[in-house]
């Protein structure tokens, strides 16, 4: 059994972080490339891609979005090195009732030993005004030790494989094997895009 010393621990956790950081500015410099518009194009088209997939998977989910005030579509990209682990990402939500998008990003932190990528997409079903409003104005930022649990038998057939994060707050996960049993929202915080609104 493989044992490190101190200094050994010191480096790997170094050099995982200028790894991740590493990783992570040459995403932010790819979307600099991009216009605003090419990425309001973009991330569009990724709710209304990420929407059909839901829809194709889970029938029932077109009835829960479809009803509700409003719903936001958000992509994210993670990496974990070692002992950390980090996603970014962005997303649109969409008021049904004023037709107005807000552009938003995420940031994801997280530990846990491991190497390796995840791709993932969630799908926010809002069940009231205020519950968009205060995602969307005041941002909203999920604990680093909370795991939703699945209530989906609370609101019927329409929301199952949905998970409850907060009232009024339905959300839907897309990986590459399908739709997650649960979600994994811990530590990860979600913004307006400035530069996109």
């Not at 829809?55 to 974990?80: I, L």
């Not at 959300?171 to 996109?196: H, I, N, P, R, S």
Request: glycine share 12%; net charge positive.
């Amino acid at each position: 059994m493989a044992t490190y010393s101190r200094p050994n621990r010191l480096w790997a956790c170094t050099l995982a972080t200028g790894l991740v950081g590493s990783a992570l500015l040459g995403l932010t410099a790819a979307r600099a490339d991009e216009s605003p518009a090419q990425q309001r194009e973009e991330i569009t088209k990724m709710a209304s891609q990420t929407l059909a997939e839901l829809y194709r998977t889970v029938p029932g989910a077109k009835d829960a979005v479809k009803s509700a005030p409003g719903y936001g579509v958000f992509s994210n990209f993670g990496m974990k090195i070692l002992v950390l682990g980090t996603g970014r990402g962005k997303g649109v939500v969409v008021n049904k009732s004023t037709q107005k998008k807000t552009f938003m990003k995420m940031i994801q932190l997280g530990g846990g030993l491991g190497v390796g990528a995840k791709k993932f997409k969630l799908v926010f079903v809002f069940d009231n005004a205020e519950a968009i409003n205060s995602f969307v104005n005041a941002g909203w930022e999920f604990g680093g030790t909370a795991e939703a649990a699945a209530k989906w038998g609370e609101k019927g057939g329409a929301f199952e494989h949905a998970v409850s994060v907060m009232p009024g707050v339905w959300v839907y996960q897309l990986t590459e094997k399908g739709v997650a049993a649960d979600v994994m929202l811990k530590g990860t915080k979600y913004y307006k895009d400035d530069d996109l609104n």
